[in-house]
């Protein structure tokens, strides 16, 4: 198993972030919401480091489904708006790949009435983003492979993991110590 940050990395990780977010919101409250299934450990975790006002909120939106390793058409669920009317907001999500699912949220996000619209990623593989989106936030820059654990799925699997690793679809997961 090929680990790409560890839970150790993850948490210094997320309390970095929290410092910066604490230095760049000074003290306003902040609406913190974050897309659902990916985000929801980074969320959680993030949360609970913050020392500024916060509420957060979810927000359903697929972008990668079933077995396809590259995202497909982005599809926002829009049943919930979050209430984020004079709030400052912070949409975040667990990877910022192509870039097309944070942009397409971030685009509807300016029509809800927030003071100011942010992202941050716990991922961010630069080089397959496509130029003129990119996340104001990130923990960590990855190469292109395809990555589960801390949120992040295979076929809904692994999300679970406290670590985020390296997974290849191609080789079964008892191989990579993974359970299948
Ligand atoms: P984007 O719209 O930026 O291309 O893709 C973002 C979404 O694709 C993420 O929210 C995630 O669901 C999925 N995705 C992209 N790369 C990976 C990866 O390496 N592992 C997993 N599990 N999902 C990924
Ligand atoms: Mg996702």
Redesign the pocket.
């Known amino acids: 198993m090929r680990t790409v940050i560890s839970a150790d990395e993850l948490r210094t990780g997320i309390a970095s972030l929290a410092r910066r977010l604490e230095t760049h919101y000074q003290g306003q409250p902040v609406m913190i919401v974050g897309?659902l299934n990916?985000s929801l450990l980074f969320l959680a975790d993030l949360v609970r480091e913050l020392r500024i006002p916060v509420e957060y909120d979810t927000l359903r939106v697929s972008?990668?489904r079933g077995e396809a390793?590259t995202?497909g058409a982005?599809r926002v669920e829009v049943g919930h708006v979050p209430p984020v009317r004079g709030r400052h907001l912070l949409l975040l999500?667990?990877?910022?790949?192509?870039?097309?699912?944070?942009q397409a949220v971030t685009e509807l996000a300016r029509g809800w009435g927030a003071l100011s619209v942010r992202t941050a990623v716990l991922l961010w593989?630069r080089d397959r983003t496509r130029a003129g989106f990119l996340p104001d936030e990130y923990i960590r820059e990855i190469p292109d492979?395809?990555?589960?654990g801390y949120g992040?799925?295979?076929n809904r699997k692994y999300r679970q993991l406290p670590k985020i690793v390296e997974f290849d679809p191609s080789i079964p997961a008892a191989r990579q110590g993974l359970p299948s």
Request: net charge negative.
């Open positions: 897309l990916g972008a990668y390793t995202a982005v999500d667990d990877i910022l790949d192509t870039g097309a699912t944070l593989k492979v395809f990555v589960v992040l799925d295979y």
